[in-house]
T-cell receptor
């Protein structure tokens, strides 16, 4: 597809389970970002990749959160031992590498019961 | 102190009026500034970017940047009900991390 693709679109999990969220950026986009958006809140920066390198991981809330990226392609955000406060929409965005325009995916709605 | 601050609103304006959205930031090395619009239940989309002090106009939208005072604003002229959305202010210090404020909810009343 032409846009940023995220999967799954919705994920319901039980507290304590691990989840993996996937982001497929626009082809050719070297930069990839993960944000978290709680209900009615703004975008909380988690991590960004330039290629498969993550220069800034400062936004990851705890060591339960990790992310990786294969080359300049797919990225996965993993949340281990999920907690109820992890419930949010997780948005992925990609850009050409210059900070000009971020293209956002539709997000993954994560619900931790 | 949050890196980017916005009034959460809601900001209500009548149709046809000028909507003024404001944002302040704490990082003095910020070089790039953005306004994204997010409709309810949708993903954000870029509507304006600005890099230099002064005004930048695009149709009904004008972004204003004042680096000395560390604020950036967005003016929407002739506001329409379709402009009702949350407007996110974002900035970057030049190494690509883009940080956003909490967003201002705009309601345009017909």
């Amino acid at each position: 597809g032409a846009g940023v693709s995220q999967s799954p679109s919705n994920k319901v999990t039980e507290k304590g389970k691990d989840v993996e969220l996937r982001c497929d950026p626009i082809s050719g986009h070297t930069a990839l970002y993960w944000y978290r958006q709680r209900l009615g809140q703004g975008l909380e920066f988690l991590i960004y990749f330039q290629g498969n390198s993550a220069p800034d991981k400062s936004g990851l809330p705890s060591d339960r959160f990790s992310a990786e990226r294969t080359g300049e392609s797919v990225s996965t955000l993993t949340i281990q031992r999920t907690q109820q406060e992890d419930s949010a929409v997780y948005l992925c965005a990609s850009s050409l590498g210059q900070v000009e325009k971020l293209f956002f995916g539709s997000g993954t709605q994560l619900s931790v019961l | 102190q949050k890196e980017v601050e916005q009034n959460s609103g809601p900001l209500s304006v009548p149709e046809g009026a000028i909507a003024s959205l404001n944002c302040t930031y704490s990082d003095r090395v910020s070089q790039s500034f953005f306004w994204y619009r997010q409709y309810s239940g949708k993903s954000p989309e870029l509507i304006m970017s600005i890099y230099s002090n002064g005004d930048k106009e695009d149709g009904r939208f004008t972004a204003q940047l004042n680096k000395a005072s560390q604020y950036v604003s967005l003016l929407i002229r002739d506001s329409q009900p379709s402009d009702s959305a949350t407007y996110l202010c974002g900035n970057s210090g030049g190494y690509q991390k883009v940080t956003f404020g909490t967003g201002t909810k705009l309601q345009v009343i017909p």
